[in-house]
């Protein structure tokens, strides 16, 4: 599958996450084996551009490419200027958000927003990838199935951008009245898939291998995308992968592998964000990776509990040590385990 000129090694996405798909997570997903791994959404506000929290979205530092970023926002010309100026910051795709439900973006007509005013998204799409074709960076479009079940216009307005010359669509298969709740459907997300001719990527609830091979089948997508299923066990692409190829069950990962993988992870973290940052965002991702885990709750408990990146990182590495005397490998992860969304 290629997106402009870029081909990608496989048909793995990880999700685009606010708070979660940093350059420390991106990278971990892409190890294991997705072949693109788009940033957090970042504003097309400019005057929020000189804040640490864009700041540290907008690092890519040592990352492989293709680097994709994704805007966010509700004006044509503030959109076609940040797209312009990520791209100045090594941006090779420009993501744009239409799938985002959160009211603080929604409320500025932005993210999902956008799908309920269908010119307005086609200006948006129009002015964006007018600003990053003489740069040849594609533009890509990440939606929902539509604005609530009884508008549900992914088809019509991924037709529109294939026209104005988006390289790629994603759909979330809820819609934004939806929010979280309930189960994505894929029949919209294969409605787009016959309606178009660029690549189309199904998004939602996928959460294993054999998911992820049903939802192929159910959508006939090129691509793939998962976000929440990826948290704390970014291996899940690998096991995937695994599967799409042999149509066997990967192996659980070993526990002393899971243990190098999660300390790698906390560093490249602590390097980011510094220690009284650092120290307090891992927790989510400690915690994720406990999940399910034998003495994991009590040991997530303590944890919450450590202020220093040393100090956790040395209790984390004590407790999987512990773990893997006691069990060599990990258990495999059950659907019924995906972590419950957290909104933005
Ligand atoms: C915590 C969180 C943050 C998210 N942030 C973004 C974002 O910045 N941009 C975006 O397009 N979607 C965002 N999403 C939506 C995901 O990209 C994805 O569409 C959604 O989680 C459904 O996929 P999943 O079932 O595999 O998690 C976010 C989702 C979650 C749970």
């Known amino acids: 599958m290629r997106i402009g000129a870029h081909i990608l090694r496989n048909r793995l996405f990880v999700a685009p996450m606010a708070g979660i798909t940093d350059r420390p997570f991106r990278r971990l997903a892409r190890r294991f084996g997705a072949a693109i791994a788009i940033s957090e959404m970042l504003s097309a506000r400019p005057e929020l551009r000189a804040s640490r929290k864009s700041r540290l979205r907008r690092d890519h530092a040592g990352e492989s490419g293709p680097i994709s ?185 070993r526990v002393a592998d899971v243990k190098a993988w999660l300390l790698e992870h906390l560093d490249d973290h602590y390097r980011l964000y510094g220690e009284f940052a650092g120290v307090r965002s891992a927790r989510k991702h400690i915690g994720w990776t406990l999940r399910g885990l034998p003495g994991g709750e009590e040991f997530r408990a303590e944890m919450n509990a450590i202020e220093s990146c040393d100090a956790q990182a040395r209790a984390v590495a004590v407790w999987f040590d512990r773990l893997a005397d006691a069990m060599p490998l990990m258990p495999a992860c059950a659907a019924h385990e995906r972590p419950a969304p957290t909104l933005h």
Request: glycine content about 8%; charged content about 20%.
């Open 69 to 253: 970023v994704q805007i966010a926002g509700g004006d044509p010309a503030m959109l076609a200027d940040a797209a312009r100026y990520n791209v100045d910051q090594g941006a090779q795709i420009i993501d744009i958000n239409m799938g985002c439900p959160a009211k603080k973006v929604c409320n500025q007509w932005a993210g999902s927003a956008l799908m309920k005013d269908e010119p307005l998204a086609l200006a948006i799409v129009e002015a964006v990838v007018a600003e990053c074709a003489p740069h040849d960076v594609p533009v890509t479009l990440k939606m929902r199935t539509g604005w609530c079940a009884s508008e549900k216009n992914a088809v019509r307005i991924a037709r529109a951008a294939e026209a104005a010359g988006v390289a790629m669509v994603a759909v979330h298969g809820r819609t934004r009245e939806q929010g979280y709740k309930g189960d994505a459907e894929y029949e919209t997300i294969a409605a787009v898939k016959r309606a178009v001719a660029i690549p189309v990527v199904a998004n939602g609830d996928i959460d294993s291998p054999a998911k992820a091979r049903a939802v192929f089948a159910a959508t006939g997508a090129d691509a793939i995308m998962i976000g929440r299923a990826a948290q704390g066990r970014p291996w899940l692409f690998g096991e995937i992968a695994f599967h799409l190829a042999t149509g066997e069950t990967a192996p659980p990962p």
